[in-house]
C-alpha cells in the first residue's frame, strides 16, 4: 500500500498569502496525485487532478505541481473561504490511499 | 446533476454485518468506475474499495480486505459495500464517490455519506 505523506499538518495563515503544501509519496506514482479540499460537515471536492491538471469551476489560485513521488499544492493570495483540510490522494494501482490531511487556519 | 444517495448505515455490534447501498442518478452510470470513502469521526480520509464500471477489477484497503466486499447493480445504478465481522474501527461516516472515468482515475461526486457506528 502506497504511503502519503503530507507536511505541514497544520499551517495558520494571513489572507492574501502564499501557502504551499507539500505530499511524498512512498514510491512512484507518476502523476497519479489528486488534492481534495474539505470544509467542515461537507464531503471533498476535487481541486486538482493529475498532480496539476485544473478543475473546472475552481479558482485559478489553487494550482499543483510534481510527479513521480514528490508534490505540491499551491494557493496564491489566500481567501478567508480556503479554511479547509487539505488532501492528496493517489490512484496508481489497485489501491487509492489519502495524504493524513493539512489543515489550514485563516488568521 | 449528479447525486449519490448512500443508505443502509446504522448502529451495529462487533462481528456483525450491515451492508451499504448508494443510489446514483444524473449521470450514465455504467461509464464510470465507483468508489467507497470513509471518515471516521474527526478523521482524515480513507479509500475503501472501488470498482471499474464492469467489476472486472476491484480493489480494497488492507484494512478492509476479507471483510468487505463492494457490488454494482448497473441496471438499478446502484453501488454496494457488504461489510462483514465489523470491527469498532470501522465506525466512520462511509461516502460513495463516482469516479471520472476508468479505475485509476480519480473521483469527482461524492454523495453525503451514511454513518456506521460499530459499537456493543
Known amino acids: 500500500e502506497i504511503v502519503l505523506t503530507q507536511s505541514p499538518d497544520f499551517q495558520s495563515v494571513t489572507p492574501k498569502e502564499k501557502v504551499t503544501i507539500t505530499c511524498r509519496a512512498s514510491q512512484s506514482i507518476g502523476s497519479r496525485l489528486h488534492w481534495y479540499q474539505q470544509k467542515p460537515d461537507q464531503s471533498p471536492k476535487l481541486l486538482i487532478k493529475?498532480?496539476?491538471q485544473s478543475i473546472s469551476g475552481v479558482p485559478s489560485r489553487f494550482s499543483g505541481s510534481g510527479s513521480g513521488t514528490d508534490f505540491t499544492l499551491t494557493i496564491n493570495s489566500l481567501e478567508a473561504e480556503d479554511a479547509a483540510t487539505y488532501y492528496c490522494?493517489?490512484?496508481?494501482?489497485?489501491?487509492?490511499?489519502f495524504g493524513q490531511g493539512t489543515k489550514l487556519e485563516i488568521k | 446533476e449528479v447525486q449519490l444517495v448512500e443508505s443502509g448505515g446504522g448502529l451495529v455490534q462487533p462481528g456483525r454485518s450491515l451492508r451499504l447501498s448508494c443510489a446514483a442518478s444524473g449521470f450514465t452510470f455504467d461509464d464510470y468506475a465507483m468508489h467507497w470513502v470513509r471518515q471516521a469521526p474527526g478523521k482524515g480520509l480513507e479509500w475503501v474499495s472501488g470498482i471499474t464500471w464492469n467489476s472486472d477489477t476491484i480493489g480494497y484497503a488492507d484494512s478492509v480486505k476479507g471483510r468487505f466486499t463492494i457490488s454494482r447493480d448497473n441496471a438499478k445504478n446502484s453501488l454496494y459495500l457488504q461489510m462483514n465481522s465489523l470491527r469498532a474501527e470501522d465506525t466512520a461516516l462511509y461516502y460513495c464517490a463516482k469516479g471520472t472515468g476508468d479505475y485509476g482515475d480519480p473521483t469527482d461526486y461524492w454523495g453525503q455519506g451514511t454513518l456506521v457506528t460499530v459499537s456493543s
Open positions: 493529475y498532480a496539476s
Open positions: 490522494h493517489q490512484s496508481s494501482g489497485f489501491q487509492y490511499t
